[in-house]
């Protein structure tokens, strides 16, 4: 498949584990940041987002944090199976800018899941 | 329903060429997004669409160009290609941005190669 990043962070998890994949955004303007996931030879697929008048939001297995104070974003997987090993992006949207749909890509962490 | 379809899949053009690429979105979705991803610079915005109407534009050259059509397909155009804009082109569609539905659903992208 396409090579997404040749030279991203990888985090190696056992499956059953949990995992935490962390983001650090830029602008402390952006008011809406949403997790993708991308599987080699696929484009992003979303997985959870959340707006900044939030800290917490779940999903089925996945909960998104929020600390705007440090510009700080993470991804929690529980139990994590080898299906969820793919790169994951967070993207944040800048306030004012005309639209969601301008977003703005982190560089992306592998998530390798190991049997 | 189906999802965006982005055709074709793969491309190859040489250097000094032009090239088109197609998006159709989600049917009723109104806004259409491009997205540049490469192993070096990760995924980066080029323009948002809506309602035929250029509504957002990234950090590109002007040899890279968009438009909508009246039944939301969008199609980019890259002109004068040169080495570096070999990438996976990867488009994005919503319902409508802004302050409506915000989750964008993205196709599985165009492999263009520049040599």
């Known amino acids: 498949g396409e090579s997404v990043g040749l030279h991203l962070p990888t985090l190696s998890v056992q499956e059953g584990d949990n995992s935490i994949i962390n983001c650090a955004y830029s602008?402390?303007?952006?008011?809406?940041f949403i997790w993708y996931k991308q599987e080699s030879g696929k484009g992003p697929q979303f997985i959870i987002d959340i707006r900044s008048n939030m800290d917490k939001r779940q999903g089925q297995r996945v909960t998104v944090l929020l600390n705007k104070t440090v510009k700080h974003l993470s991804l929690q997987i529980a139990a994590t199976q080898p299906g969820d090993s793919a790169v994951y992006f967070c993207?944040?949207?800048?306030?004012?800018?005309?639209?969601?749909?301008?977003?703005?890509f982190g560089a992306g962490t592998r998530l390798a899941v190991h049997p | 329903k189906a999802g965006v379809t982005q055709t074709p899949r793969y491309l190859i053009k040489t250097r000094g060429q032009q090239v088109t690429l197609s998006c159709s979105p989600i049917?009723?979705?109104?806004?259409v997004s491009w997205y540049q991803q490469t192993p070096g610079q990760g995924l980066q915005f080029l323009f948002e669409?809506?309602?035929?109407?250029?509504?957002n534009k990234g950090n590109f050259p002007g040899r890279f160009s968009g438009r909508q059509f009246s039944n939301s397909r969008s199609e980019m155009n890259v002109s004068t290609l040169e080495l570096g804009d070999s990438a996976l082109y990867l488009c994005?569609?919503?319902?409508?941005?802004?302050?409506?539905?915000?989750?964008?659903?993205f196709g599985q992208g165009t492999r263009l190669t520049v040599v």
């Open positions: 993207a944040e949207t800048p306030m004012f800018s005309g639209g969601y749909n301008k977003l703005i």
């Open positions: 669409y809506f309602s035929e109407t250029q509504r």
């Open positions: 994005a569609s919503s319902l409508v941005g802004g302050s409506g539905d915000t989750e964008a659903f």
């Open positions: 049917s009723g979705h109104r806004s």
């Open positions: 602008n402390s303007a952006s008011d809406y």
